[in-house]
């Protein structure tokens, strides 16, 4: 049972979730994580996820998208090899903090609904689309959690 019911968890549909993640090469994720700050907030208040990093990573990621783009017109071969460096570099930054704030929305999650249980493999593969998943299933359509009666 929820501890309030005051949290504003937002379902979503999965697919397009799903979708946007992949169409936005992953800006969309950082877009999520931004989205759902204050909810987490309100459940968890002492479980810190980096949402000011996610604003980086999120902006960071906007550009790299339109410089891959245009790159080419703009930079030259090695102008390019260096954007490249640097965007494998930031990738692994990027999913150590996907992983570390996914994990924490997890522990939040269970500590907010005691029937909510988060299978931690699935969580790893399928990250902010199997968080979303459970959001799904603990909350109504208007953004209020299930009460058990």
Do not use: C
């Not at 799903?18 to 800006?27: A, F, K, P, W, Y």
């Amino acid at each position: 049972m929820a501890k309030e019911n005051s949290y504003s968890l937002k379902k979503k549909n999965i697919g397009l979730v799903i979708l946007l993640s992949i169409i936005t090469v992953g800006i969309y994720i950082g877009y999520w994580f931004l989205s759902s700050k204050s909810a987490f907030q309100i459940i968890d208040k002492k479980n810190f996820i980096p949402y000011k990093w996610w604003i980086v990573a999120t902006i960071y990621l906007s550009i790299s998208v339109i410089f891959s783009i245009i790159g080419e017109f703009v930079f030259s071969m090695v102008g390019l090899y260096m954007l490249d460096s640097i965007d494998l570099i930031l990738s692994y930054f990027f999913l150590g903090l996907l992983y570390y704030s996914i994990f924490r929305m997890k522990e939040s999650l269970e500590e907010g609904f005691d029937e909510i249980e988060i299978n931690k493999y699935m969580l790893f593969f399928f990250h902010i689309w199997y968080i979303q998943y459970k959001i799904n299933n603990i909350t109504k359509n208007d953004g209020v959690p299930y009460e058990k009666t």
